[in-house]
């Protein structure tokens, strides 16, 4: 089992800056795969970013050139840097990770607001 626990949500002025952290335990050495997913309201979850054990990075093209993802492999975190913020990434982010053996784990979410 993998828990995962996010933190860094918040309300932020368009065109300002998050940082979200998600820090995972348990059964670490199953896991292959770790990143973040969003839903906003009335909506369906969309992929947003995900990074492997071995640095390799995919995302979204809605958020290419502004956000970033990062892991800090000892730590067991995992972060999304997120610039330029538009009022349409309000959204809830999830923080989610695969196993080598493609179970899928979640975290609960944080809320991000992007509005004036």
């Known amino acids: 089992q993998v828990q995962l626990v996010e933190s860094g949500g918040g309300l932020v002025q368009p065109g300002g800056s998050l940082r979200l952290s998600c820090v995972a335990s348990?059964?670490?050495?199953?896991?292959?795969?770790l990143g973040w997913y969003r839903q906003a309201p009335g909506k369906g979850r969309e992929l947003v970013a995900t990074?492997?054990?071995?640095?390799?990075?995919n995302s979204a093209d809605s958020v290419k050139g502004r956000f970033t993802i990062s892991r800090d492999n000892a730590m067991n975190t995992v972060f999304l840097q997120m610039n330029s913020l538009k009022p349409e990434d309000t959204a809830v982010y999830y923080c989610y990770a695969r196993s080598y053996g493609l179970l899928d784990y979640w975290g609960k979410g944080t809320l991000v607001t992007v509005s004036s």
């Open positions: 990074i492997t054990n071995g640095g390799s990075t």
């Open positions: 348990g059964n670490m050495f199953s896991i292959r795969t």
